[in-house]
T-cell receptor, first 113, second 111 residues
């Protein structure tokens, strides 16, 4: 039973364009959602997060949108840069569970020149 | 600050051998976690700890044991390695907020 799903294993976007990565979840008890970025042979690094009481959070080129009624969140990267090429993981925290995170399976983003 | 460090970076074991993976953090975090990452499966939680001397099972704990004798260290043990434990292992720590900080990973191959 996958509670956090990333249905697109890969995405290719041209440099300068917008990248949109999607994530769906099933557990209504999730109170925080996070995006992590992972380069090969490195650990995941935190990118941006959003509380379940908000619908948008922005940090520079990165914006996360949350649609609670649809149990869907998305990460927008504008403009996309070659250095953004990495695997992006969506994660969700369950309320009151030692801050444990449930991860999606990841989307590999390739930004082409 | 080194953040979260993991030892070793790579290891090859034979089936039935044992080993211990060490995770250390210098951020004074209370919470620590061990994950494994397999192709197409994202990161899955093995065990976690909410403080020195405490441990709890995560999503995939079978075949692993952990110890948190010191606040800054979290050890993951494999008593009798199996090929199914071939994976990349990540340690993470946090203050108890949502954001977790990850180490660089240990790539383990069990033959």
């Amino acid at each position: 039973d996958q509670q956090v799903k990333q249905n697109s294993p890969s995405l290719s976007v041209q440099e300068g364009r917008i990248s949109i990565l999607n994530c769906d979840y099933t557990n209504s008890m999730f109170d925080y959602f996070l995006w992590y970025k992972k380069y090969p042979a490195e650990g995941p690094t935190f990118l941006i997060s959003i509380s379940s009481i908000k619908d948008k959070n922005e940090d520079g080129r990165f914006t996360v949108f949350l649609n609670k009624s649809a149990k869907h969140l998305s990460l927008h990267i504008v403009p996309s840069q070659p250095g953004d090429s990495a695997v992006y993981f969506c994660a969700a925290r369950d309320t009151g569970t030692a801050s444990k995170l449930t991860f999606g399976t990841g989307t590999r983003l390739q930004v082409t020149l | 600050n080194a953040g979260v460090t993991q030892t070793p970076k790579f290891r090859v074991l034979k089936t039935g051998q044992s080993m211990t993976l060490l995770c250390a953090q210098d951020m004074n975090h209370e919470y620590m976690y061990w994950y494994r990452q397999d192709p197409g499966m994202g990161l899955r939680l093995i065990h976690y700890s909410v403080g020195e001397g405490t441990t709890a099972k995560g999503e995939v704990p079978d075949g692993y044991n952990v110890s948190r004798l010191k606040k800054q260290n979290f050890l993951l043990g494999l008593e009798s390695a199996a090929p199914s434990q071939t994976s990349v292992y990540f340690c993470a720590s946090s203050y108890g907020r949502a954001e977790q900080f990850f180490g660089p990973g240990t790539r383990l191959t069990v033959l």
